[in-house]
C-alpha cells in the first residue's frame, strides 16, 4: 500500500525512540521542530511500557516485535541498520514514508540517499517511498566539498575524524564513562572493552566500527561511499582515516582539500561562511577555536583553523567539530524528514524500493 500524498501535520513513528539518536530527535520534536498530530514510541522490549516526555505530554514506548504501522504517515528508523532492514519493509508496506537514519540503505541504488542543500533536488525530482540519512561526518564533508568544487574544484580530500564515544550511541557513552571512572581510582585496572576494543578510556582508537580483509574500517568506506554518491562524483580521491577519541559527545574532523585552481584565505573564509549551518570561528583569540565543549550551536559545523597550504595555493585544510547527535543527527533527519513529506504532498507517484 502506497500513499500518495503526507498530511502537514503527520502521524510519526519514531524507532528506537530510547537510544542516544532517538532521544535527540524527541528533543528537537520537543522544541517544535517537527509538526505532528500523533507520535509513537517504539524501541526494544526491553523498554516497552516506558514513559517518555515529548514536548508537554509523555508518551508511552511500544515493543517493535508487536508494533503495528498502519495509519503512520513518517517512520523515522534510528535503532541500527540490522532493525531497519527487518522493519523498513513492514512500514514502508503500510503506506508510511521511511527516513532511516541507520545506514542500512545509503548505498542502495534506488534509495535516495540526501542531504539538505547539496541533493535534495533528487526528493522534488521523484518524492520517495524512503530515504536514506548519510553518517553525520558526511554531511559537513559533503556541504562543503560542493562548494569548493563550485569554485576551484576539487583534485583531493584527506580527511582524519576525531569521533566521540555517543557515536555508538548509549552504551557507548556508558563504556567510556564507566572506564574513565575506574582508571582514575585504579591505574592498573581492567577495563570494560564490550563496545570498544581496547578500552576506550583515556585512550584513542585508530579504527571506527570494525576493520575490514584490505586494512580500511567500516566507516571509513561508508564515508567515502556516501560523499561520492551525495556529490555526484563516484572518482573523487577521499582518503579517510577515522579515529574514535574518548570524548563523550561532539565529532571532529582535520581536512585537506587540493584544490584544481589556487585558493585565497578571505575567498575561502568567505565561502565557508556562506555554507548553510556553517560557523567559521576565524581569527579569534589563540585557544577559542571550535571544540566539542565549546563550539556553540549544537545545530550547526564550526570550522576553525582555516589555513591556505604554504607551499601552493591549491589546497587548504581546515578543522571540523560538530554534535553528531544534533547538527550531524537529529537535525537533519527531521530536515530531510520535511522536505520528503513536502515533495511526497506534492502527490507524485513513488517508485524506489529497496525491497
Ligand atoms: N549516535 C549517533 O551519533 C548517531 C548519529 C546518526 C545516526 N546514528 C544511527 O542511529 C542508530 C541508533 O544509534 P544510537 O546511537 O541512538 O544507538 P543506541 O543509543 O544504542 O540506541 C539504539 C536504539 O535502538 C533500539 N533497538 C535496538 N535493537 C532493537 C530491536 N531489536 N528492536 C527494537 N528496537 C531496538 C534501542 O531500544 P532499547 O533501548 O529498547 O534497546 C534504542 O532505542 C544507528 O543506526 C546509528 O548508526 C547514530
Redesign the pocket.
Known sequence: MVRAQCPADPCIVL?????????TVLELIGEHRMRHREIRL??????AGREIPVGGRTET?HD??EFDFAGADLVLF???????RRWVPVAMAEGALVVD???AFSLHPEVPLVVPSVNDCLLSERPAEVVA?P??MTVPLTVLLHAVERWRGVRQVVMSTYEAA???????VEELLEGSELTLRDPEAELPADRFHPALAFNVLPAVDGLQEDGTSREEQRLVQEAQRVLGLPDTDVAVTCVRVPVVSGHGAALFVETAAPVDRPGLVELLASLPDFVVHDREAPGSVPTPLTAGDPDRFHVGRVRVSPRTSRGFMLWLVFD??RA??AST?LRIARIALASRASGKRLKNSPC
Open positions: 524507532v528506537g525512540a530510547t537510544g542516544a539518536l532517538g532521544a517504539v524501541a526494544s522490549a526491553q523498554s514506548v517493535l516485535e534510528c535503532a541500527g541498520e540490522a532493525v531497519s537514519a541507520s545506514g540519512v553518517s553525520g555517543s557515536g555508538l550511541g548509549h552504551q557507548g553528531n547527535l550531524g543527527g533527519l
